[in-house]
């Protein structure tokens, strides 16, 4: 086996210096009638170019050379190369948590830096090194809101992605925690009449999703106000993070959970993705997973650690924040790679092209004979289409065109009928756009 | 530098501050294509909700990221460099066809909602995955959903309490041994039970005569981690699940020790009802500096009705499908099908093994963790004489006489170009040294490490003072991990002051 540096001797030697006359030996703490002897029921051992060509097979399988116009929690959007060129580098992606500071300077200081500039994209005080992805961050988040306020309800927009909301929904079951939900308004933005009547003092937090679901903007400031008023925290949950380029952030926000995908990460058939959640300094003592501080060495050199791990459940156990272990340090790293790229002007550059885009197919889809929902509501790169025909036969006849159609709404949202959420990144050019306006149209 | 440090020597390293600090207006890393349709006004689009500027983010060119990361890269240890024995986190060697086909465009561009037609191979790979595992495991069915082994144990008590519920009560404690991972109660907790602490017999081992005292109606669960984390194989295997069983129980086995079992027993065959994988640890992906994981969750067929949705099914015709209308299900426990890339570089792994490769590296990995414990039994102590299975357990009693422990010893290896073995766990054994080689070493890399160890210990007897300094010839000594937690610094921030907006 290729991947075992040992030759036959070597193990005939060890064996013999342990004492032991066959490696069987060795297993026999294991009991005799559960000692497997028969191979596993498993394909033989493959070449390495047998390997390759499986997967490329596989690959060949799934769609390839297509427009995509799916967002909907995964966005696709250009990778710079530089990303898995470094990223590449056994140092990062062949190491270990850094619980050793120093021989994991590298891995440390790389995330101090995503640190801060999660803090500074989101306007939040502190960041965490990051959660599994934006759907069990935001579940995490509503956690985090009950252990601040003691409250022990939330209330979710129904906007909120209905795939964060059904893990939301898991985690909350089992731990007395009940949840509401409040529906939207002719905007396509949460409907604050409602939200205002389902706080309760009882309520931790308000979660909603900006943009949400439908590509909507929602007014942060205006729900923190209602939020804040009835003493509930609001938990802002981002689920494409490029809008931040050019959308103002949520600094009303008290809880920012957000989906890092969008910067640099594959879409990669849903994962793995990187969650971060971040907040308000005071808050830092209640924030889950790992997290990165400055300080010095016994010569007074700066340098970085894990810090406050006494929240975390090798120290405290069954009384953690969370029990969550593992973060998504390298898919952090992307992301920061990503972050540092782009930086200050070309996140809101590639941010605005996303607009411009997304402005563009508007108009191009009205244009064709489609109806565009919420159509005054503020949107970043995803609007919504109803038309005449089912969303998956429409996009069924655009599979032809070589063109992946919006996300169908019908399952989760019945009462809009033949709608979907199309997605528009500078990755889709006008010509397909062009196209798939024209297919979308009566 | 001594004259028994024999693995590396000093180099220079470059150094390289914060990335903000090499930032200054109008440097670009980036060039977009010409945008293709016509300009927008955000102001005029957004109002309000438009964004004025992007505070302090960086401005860097391209060549400037490259040595930015490249230099820090090298400032960390890395299994590429070495042995990296950290006990219960099987740091194997990551082997490169797994990233080479996990990047293929096919498979890393594919839209999790893009129609099932067009997503075949990725769910023929997640079957192919998912059906070696059950294999390997000797279970019955299996979710790949799960994000990471603490979530796949979240997952697995889940079931047990969907199971339970659905014979009319879901109990209210779980069973913990004392030698337990910090997340198997931190799960249980955010599951809503009560968790009890089952103490170890002088064996390291489950202690049956308290075990059965401590079962009754109450408990849901076992959470029971084997081999354990003391790398002892609980012999009594199939008393305990008979234990559990008989009062209504459930046993949940934490699969992070799963490689010293692969081919050559299943846990499915001793008595397990449910389970996790860590296919970050058996399976060969990538540790990445502290994740992604991916955590499957194997079951027995009566848990099956509850699994999380959705789930791959096979049409008549061979083609796939998911399939959401499971009214049992506990729900989903993240969103889309759990880290898919991960699926992909661990059924690499798997193919590239074999049923023989398997068996062979489980073996390896036990004949390591033996070779390690034969050559240092005696120099450290061993407080546990149960023959072990993949990784073994020192205490550093005998060094600490003079003051040296087991957080010292651990620095000093840095010194001699190791990383540190596990510290300070399993918390039954004082002082702990939870050492873990895997199969990836060579005879002559474990030799070094066997010498290293050896050299630290007449060291802690002679010049204890070349210890507690350690490490020595790392770029920064030992932190002042007191001061970072009572004043965090958790980000930078301009030197002006002042928040980002």
Redesign the interface.
């Given at each position: 086996m290729r991947y075992l540096p040992k030759s036959q001797s070597d193990r005939e030697q060890m064996l013999h210096e342990i004492g032991c006359g066959t490696i069987d030996d060795l297993f026999a703490p294991i009991p005799q009638e559960y000692r497997l002897d028969r191979d596993l029921n498993i394909p033989r051992q493959f070449g390495e170019s047998e390997i390759l060509d499986y997967f490329k097979q596989r690959a060949a399988e799934n769609a390839n050379g297509y427009s995509i116009f799916i967002g909907s929690g995964a966005y696709n959007h250009y990778r710079p190369v530089v990303i898995d060129s470094l990223i590449s580098r056994g140092e990062w992606f062949t190491a270990y948590t850094p619980y050793q500071p120093e021989i994991s300077q590298g891995t440390l200081q790389s995330i101090f830096e995503f640190q801060s500039m999660i803090c500074e994209l989101t306007g939040m005080e502190v960041a965490n090194a990051s959660m599994y992805d934006g759907s069990t961050g935001a579940a995490e988040a509503i956690m985090m809101a009950v252990r601040i306020t003691g409250r022990h309800r939330a209330v979710t927009a129904n906007t909120v992605h209905p795939e964060y909301r059904e893990v939301i929904t898991t985690y909350a079951k089992h731990q007395g925690l009940p949840l509401s939900s409040v529906g939207y308004g002719e905007n396509g933005r949460v409907d604050v009449k409602a939200l205002e009547a389902a706080i309760t003092d009882q309520t931790a937090c308000v979660l909603i999703q900006s943009p949400n679901f439908f590509g909507t903007i929602e007014d942060v400031a205006a729900i923190a106000e209602i939020a804040h008023k009835k003493g509930a925290l609001l938990v802002v949950s981002i689920a494409e993070a490029l809008s931040l380029g050019i959308v103002r952030p949520p600094t009303e926000a008290d809880i920012v959970s957000m989906e890092a995908q969008s910067f640099g990460v594959p879409l990669g058939y849903g994962g793995p993705y990187a969650g971060v959640i971040a907040t308000k300094e005071k808050f830092v003592r209640q924030i889950p997973g790992r997290l990165v501080g400055q300080t010095v060495d016994r010569n007074g050199k700066r340098g970085f650690v894990l810090t406050l791990s006494t929240r975390e459940q090798h120290i405290r156990r069954e009384k953690a924040t969370s029990n969550i272990c593992t973060n998504q340090a390298l898919i952090a790293l992307m992301t920061n790679i990503f972050m540092t790229v782009y930086g200050k002007q070309g996140l809101r550059d590639l941010a605005k092209q996303n607009l411009a885009k997304t402005s563009y197919a508007v108009s191009a889809f009205e244009k064709a004979g489609a109806k565009v929902l919420f159509k005054n509501s503020p949107r970043f790169n995803e609007f919504v289409i109803q038309t005449d025909r089912d969303s998956r036969e429409l996009n069924d006849t655009l599979i032809e065109k070589k063109i992946i159609g919006g996300f169908p709404l019908k399952k989760f949202y019945p009462e809009l009928g033949n709608s979907a959420v199309w997605c528009v990144t500078e990755l889709n050019t006008k010509e397909a756009i062009d196209a798939a306006a024209k297919g979308a149209g009566r | 530098m001594n004259d028994k440090i024999k693995k590396v020597s000093t180099h220079v390293s470059q150094n390289?501050g914060?990335?903000?600090e090499k930032?200054s207006p109008g440097?670009?890393?980036?060039k977009?294509?010409p945008?293709?349709?016509?300009?927008?006004d955000?102001k005029a689009?957004?109002?309000?909700?438009?964004?004025?500027?992007?505070?302090?983010?960086?401005?860097?060119s391209?060549i400037e990221?490259?040595r930015?990361?490249?230099r820090?890269?090298?400032?960390?240890?890395?299994?590429?460099?070495g042995m990296?024995p950290?006990g219960s986190?099987t740091?194997k060697?990551?082997?490169r066809?797994n990233?080479?086909?996990?990047?293929?465009?096919?498979?890393?561009?594919?839209?999790?909602?893009?129609?099932e037609k067009?997503?075949?191979?990725?769910l023929?790979?997640m079957k192919a995955l998912a059906d070696?595992l059950i294999?390997?495991t000797g279970m019955d069915a299996i979710t790949l959903q799960p994000?990471?082994?603490?979530?796949g144990?979240?997952t697995g008590i889940?079931l047990v309490?969907s199971y339970l519920e659905s014979k009319g009560n879901a109990r209210k404690k779980i069973l913990i041994p004392d030698s337990a991972?910090?997340?198997n109660?931190?799960?249980?907790?955010?599951?809503?039970y009560e968790?009890e602490n089952l103490k170890s017999n002088a064996a390291g081992m489950v202690d049956v005569p308290s075990l059965v005292a401590q079962m009754n109606g109450d408990v849901a669960a076992l959470m029971l981690t084997n081999p354990n984390t003391l790398g002892?194989?609980e012999?009594e295997?199939?008393k305990i699940a008979d234990i559990l069983h008989e009062k209504g129980g459930l046993l949940y086995m934490d699969g992070a020790n799963m490689n010293a079992?692969?081919?050559?027993?299943?846990p499915g065959?001793?008595g397990v009802d449910v389970m996790h994988l860590n296919l970050?640890k058996t399976f060969s992906t990538?540790?990445?500096?502290?994740?992604?994981?991916?955590g499957p969750v194997a079951i027995k067929k009566h848990l099956e009705p509850f699994l999380?949705k959705p789930v791959v099914v096979e049409n008549g015709d061979g083609t796939l499908w998911l399939d959401y209308d499971r009214p049992h299900s506990?729900?989903?426990?993240?969103?889309?099908?759990?880290?898919?890339?991960?699926h992909?570089r661990a059924l690499?792994y798997?193919?590239?093994?074999?049923?023989?490769?398997?068996?062979?590296?489980t073996?390896?990995a036990?004949?390591?963790a033996?070779?390690i414990r034969?050559?240092l039994a005696g120099i450290y102590d061993l407080p546990y004489n149960?023959?072990s299975?993949h990784e073994v357990v020192f205490s550093d009693r005998n060094q600490a006489r003079k003051g040296i422990k087991t957080g010292d010893i651990?620095?000093r290896l840095?010194d001699y170009g190791f990383?540190?073995y596990t510290t300070s766990?399993p918390l039954i054994v004082p002082g702990a040294l939870m050492i873990e080689p895997t199969?990836?070493?060579?005879?002559e890399?474990l030799d070094e490490f066997i010498e290293a160890m050896k050299a630290v210990a007449e060291e802690a007897e002679n010049t204890p003072e070349i210890i507690t300094g350690a490490?020595h010839n790392?770029?920064?000594?030992?932190?002042?991990?007191t001061?970072?937690?009572r004043k965090?610094?958790?980000?930078?921030k301009p030197r002006a002051a002042g928040?980002?907006?």
């Open positions: - | 390289e914060l990335i903000f930032s440097k670009k890393a980036y977009l294509a945008l293709d349709v016509p300009e927008v955000e689009l957004l109002g309000d909700l438009a964004r004025a500027d992007l505070a302090n983010m960086p401005e860097v391209e990221i490259i930015h990361f490249t820090m890269s090298t400032w960390n240890y890395a299994v590429d460099y990296y950290l986190c740091m060697y990551n082997a066809i990233e080479v086909v996990a990047r293929l465009d096919g498979l890393a561009g594919a839209h999790p909602y893009q129609p067009l997503s075949q191979g990725a023929r790979i070696q294999e390997i994000a990471a082994g603490a979530h144990e979240m889940l309490r991972h910090g997340t109660p931190a799960t249980a907790a955010i599951c809503g968790v002892v194989f012999q295997i199939h079992l692969v081919g050559k027993t299943r065959d001793f970050h990538p540790h990445g500096g502290g994740g992604p994981g991916s999380p506990i729900g989903r426990v993240r969103m889309y099908f759990g880290n898919f890339g991960m992909v690499a798997i193919m590239a093994n074999g049923p023989d490769g398997l068996r062979m590296t073996e390896d036990v004949l390591n033996n070779y034969k050559k149960t023959p299975m651990a620095k840095i990383h540190p766990f199969e990836s070493e060579s005879k890399e490490p790392t770029r920064v000594s030992r932190m002042d991990e001061a970072a937690a965090p610094i958790l980000r930078w928040a980002a907006e």
